[in-house]
């Protein structure tokens, strides 16, 4: 049987550091030695753009009970309980502002859970129209995060 020239303990030391960073893949090259480790990381998918009930303005207990929730036309929805970023990394600029055009398939927002920062992905393209959270704020499950129109 043929000697193997892989170093293991390189290669547990870089999937380490890939899940440490959250990157998907990383690569050393030494001389004429190269090592290569990637791994595939599933991002959760966004439900299609649908009308959502936000409320704009703080009710009191009377008015709503009585009042029907304002409804947002191409909300991104928070596909998961975490915190919301607007921007890669602290102090980086966000990822859109109100105004910005987006396409589809542009990265909007993360959401962190569990230690693992999930890219909010645009459904459609659009003009963003109105920005719901605020940086490191802790959303819900199908928390309106932006509304795309």
């Known amino acids: 049987m043929a000697q193997s020239n892989i170093d293991e303990a390189a290669i547990r030391a870089l999937a380490a550091i890939l899940h440490e960073a959250d990157l998907s893949e990383i690569e050393i090259v030494n001389g004429d030695s190269k090592l290569r480790v990637a791994r595939q990381i599933v991002r959760a998918a966004m439900p299609a753009a649908a009308p959502v009930s936000v409320e704009s303005q703080p009710r009191s207990s ?88």
């Open 62 to 149: 009377e008015s709503q009970a009585n009042a029907a929730p304002k409804v947002v036309e191409g909300a991104v929805l928070s596909p998961m309980v975490g915190t919301a970023y607007r921007a890669p990394e602290p102090g980086a600029r966000p990822f859109v502002e109100v105004g910005d055009r987006v396409r589809a398939g542009q990265v909007v927002m993360i959401v962190e859970a569990m230690k693992t920062m999930n890219q909010i992905i645009a459904e459609t393209a659009g003009a963003v129209r109105e920005i719901f959270v605020e940086d490191g704020q802790p959303v819900e499950y199908g928390e309106p995060l932006l509304a795309i129109g």
